[in-house]
């Protein structure tokens, strides 16, 4: 998505540059670095203003000037994606922030020539690049645009809920999403961070028609992709009793807990959980004591709560499961309409999401 990433001093000395490992360029990058210096400064000195960006016929040229140190420094960003300036303009003051910040001494001082010393900031910037999204972006475009299972990629603004940048092959319901995905997003990262101490790394919606909506929080934006499946099994699933009689089980959980104390669980499952929606615990098999983690169940009503209206508001449909991946372990909530199944298991095991959905499938299965 960025073709040209270069960083000169007001001489047009060519500081650093980077491109990604698809680049065809010609590698003059000497050659365009004293060109946009040369525009630049006539810009400055002939209209009194610096140049924010230049659109040539395929090309997007971002520029940025930082003025605080002694060497004067201009940044530039090129894309051939105009849907994507928005959110190029952050990556270009994250990456000015980082880089002045990392060689402050060496550029509040006259220029000497010596500009091996800054290619150590490749790191930076693939840790920037990441960190907005970008490292996934190009395929995850080819994946939609070939028709496969991957629908929609969004990269969403984490507090605001401002969408940077959309492609997708099937109806998204912007303002929706950028409402309800920050909101989910801050209950699971409570739940996680204050009940188990471990960072949020993913969260998983599956509605019973196996639509799919996978966030990823990353440092400066959320990703948040659409999955669907081919198999549906929403009339199957809305056909089960837990879904006709709205308290019928809750009444005798004797006879809702035998149906689960039968069942054949998945070794991947580390313990379960039967919760009512006022987050009573009524069933429990803990299999792996190492995972004990009985006191935070009930909490977790309150996200499949929410997750339940993000898959209604969204897609209209019936949520299937919600799951959360921490850093070590990860919590499935299956829907059984007036009460949930709670599974917890370790996150390397419960790694994608076609695996979380066939263990719950399995599940849906033999209660059928």
């Not at 507090?159 to 303002?175: L, P, R, T």
């Not at 969204?314 to 299956?334: H, K, P, Q, V």
């Not at 917890?344 to 399995?362: K, L, P």
Request: aromatic share 12%; with cysteine.
């Amino acid at each position: 998505m960025i073709d040209d990433l270069l960083i000169m001093n007001e001489s047009g000395a060519l500081l650093y540059n980077w491109h990604p490992e698809s680049y065809k360029g010609n590698g003059k990058d000497d050659l365009l670095s004293g060109f946009l210096t040369a525009i630049n400064s006539f810009a400055t000195v002939e209209r009194g203003e610096d140049i924010k960006s230049l659109k040539l016929k395929e090309t997007q040229i971002i520029f940025e000037k930082y003025n605080k140190l002694f060497q004067k420094l201009t940044f530039v960003i090129t894309t051939k994606n105009e849907e994507l300036i928005e959110l190029l303009h952050a990556v270009i003051h994250d990456i000015m922030e980082k880089f002045t910040h990392l060689f402050v001494d060496s550029l509040n001082k006259k220029f000497d020539g010596l500009v091996s010393q800054y290619q150590i900031f490749g790191k930076n910037v693939k840790e920037i690049i990441k960190s907005h999204g970008l490292d996934i972006l190009n395929d995850s475009i080819k994946n939609i645009d070939e028709g496969t299972s991957l629908k929609a990629i969004i990269l969403l603004e984490p507090k605001g809920g401002n969408i940077f940048y959309i492609h997708a092959k099937q109806y998204v319901n912007k303002d929706k999403i950028s409402f309800l995905i920050p909101l989910i997003l801050k209950s699971a990262q409570l739940l996680y961070q204050n009940n188990l101490n471990e960072k949020l790394n993913w969260i998983l919606l599956n509605t019973a028609r196996n639509e799919n909506l996978l966030v990823e929080p990353r440092n400066m934006i959320l990703v948040v992709r659409q999955y669907q499946l081919l198999e549906s099994f929403e009339e199957e699933f809305l056909a089960l009793e837990f879904f006709k009689d709205k308290d019928k089980y809750l009444k005798k959980p004797k006879k809702l807990t035998e149906k689960f104390e039968s069942l054949e669980w998945d070794p991947y499952i580390k313990q379960i959980y039967l919760v009512d929606l006022m987050g009573k615990v009524f069933f429990s098999n803990i299999f792996d004591a190492t995972y004990d983690c009985s006191d935070y169940i009930p909490e977790t009503i309150s996200f499949l709560t929410s997750s339940k209206k993000v898959s209604e508001e969204i897609y209209n449909r019936t949520l299937f499961n919600a799951s959360i991946g921490g850093e070590r372990l990860a919590t499935i909530c299956m829907n059984f309409n007036n009460f949930a199944l709670t599974l917890i298991g370790n996150t390397r095991d419960f790694n994608n999401f076609e695996f979380i959905q066939a263990i719950c499938a399995n599940i849906y299965e033999k209660l059928k």
